[in-house]
C-alpha cells in the first residue's frame, strides 16, 4: 500500500479522523515564512500526545540549525522530523546524535534537473525524502503548501535512483493522485489542500483521495 501522509493537521479531532481513515503520518506545521497550517509548538505536542503508534507525526521545521531543531523536537514529542528548507554541510550528522531514534526527513523541492542532484546527495544521510513544489530563492521562501505540482518526470528519476523511501508532495487531490502514483511510483504521498474545504479537513475529500490511493495501489500491483 502506498503510505499517505495528511499533513496540516490543525487540531487532535482532526488528527484522530486521519488516523482513522488510515493515514500512515500526521503533518504538524510548525512556524514557517509561508504557506498554511501553522499552529503552535504547545498544540503539537497536544496533538502528537494523542496520535497512536505506529503512525508516524512528522513535524514540519524550517530551522536549520541542528540545536534548534534538536530542542523543537523535545518540545514537540514528535518521531519524525520534517527538515523543509536546506541545512549545512554536516547538519544532518548533528541531529541523528542528538535525536537518536527521531527519523529524519529531507524535503526537496522540485524546481528542475537540478534538484535530481540534491537529493541523490542528501539522501545518504536522511531516511526519507519528500519532493515538494516550493521555491527557496524567492525573497519570502515557499517551503511547502503552495497547492502546486511539479515536475513528476524528474520526481519519478528521484524515485528510482535513490535508495531510501520518497514521498510525493505538491498540488496532490482524489482527481490526480492515482495518475501521480503510476508516474512516479513513490513509497508515500502527502496531501494538505487537496483534502481540505475552507482550510478544515474534509472527511469525504480525505475518503475519495484515501479510495483513489488504494485503488493506484492495486492497479500498479497487477501491472
Known amino acids: 500500500m502506498t503510505r499517505i501522509k495528511i499533513c496540516c493537521i490543525g487540531s487532535t479531532e482532526e488528527a484522530r479522523v486521519a488516523v482513522q481513515l488510515g493515514a500512515s503520518a500526521v503533518g504538524l506545521v510548525s512556524e514557517m515564512p509561508s504557506g498554511p497550517g501553522v499552529i503552535s509548538e504547545k498544540l503539537i ?3 502528537a500526545a494523542t496520535v497512536p503508534p505506529p503512525v508516524g507525526t512528522f513535524l514540519l521545521t524550517c530551522k536549520q540549525d ?5 530542542r523543537q523536537q523535545r518540545r514537540c514529542g514528535v518521531n519524525t522530523i520534517q527538515i523543509c528548507d536546506r541545512l549545512p554541510r554536516g547538519a544532518h550528522a548533528e541531529l ?4 537518536p531514534g527521531i527519523a529524519l526527513v529531507q524535503v ?3 524546481t528542475g534537473e537540478e534538484s535530481l542532484r540534491e537529493a ?29 505540482t511539479h515536475d513528476w518526470e524528474i520526481s519519478a528519476q528521484i ?4 535508495a531510501i523511501p520518497v514521498f510525493l508532495a505538491g498540488g496532490l487531490n482524489p482527481t490526480n493522485v492515482a495518475t501521480s502514483i503510476r508516474v512516479v511510483r513513490p513509497f508515500g504521498v502527502d ?3 487537496g483534502v481540505r474545504t475552507d482550510g478544515r479537513l474534509d472527511e469525504d475529500k480525505a475518503r475519495r483521495f484515501m479510495s483513489a490511493v488504494a ?9
Do not use: F
Not at 541542528?66 to 534538536?70: L, Q, R, Y
Not at 541523528?96 to 535525536?99: F, I, N, P, T
Not at 541523490?120 to 511547502?144: C, I, M, P
Not at 524515485?159 to 535513490?162: G, N, S
Open 108 to 110: 526537496v523541492h522540485v
Open 96 to 99: 541523528r546524535e542528538a535525536l
Open 215 to 223: 485503488a493506484a495501489t492495486e492497479a500498479r500491483a497487477v501491472a
Open 45 to 47: 505536542a497536544e496533538i
Open 120 to 148: 541523490l546527495e542528501v539522501a545518504a544521510h536522511v531516511d526519507a525524502l519528500l519532493l515538494d513544489s516550493g521555491n527557496q530563492s524567492l525573497t519570502v521562501k515557499e517551503l511547502g503548501g503552495t497547492g502546486r
Open 191 to 193: 496531501v494538505c489542500s
Open 66 to 70: 541542528p540545536g534548534d531543531i534538536g
Open 159 to 162: 524515485v528510482q535512483r535513490a
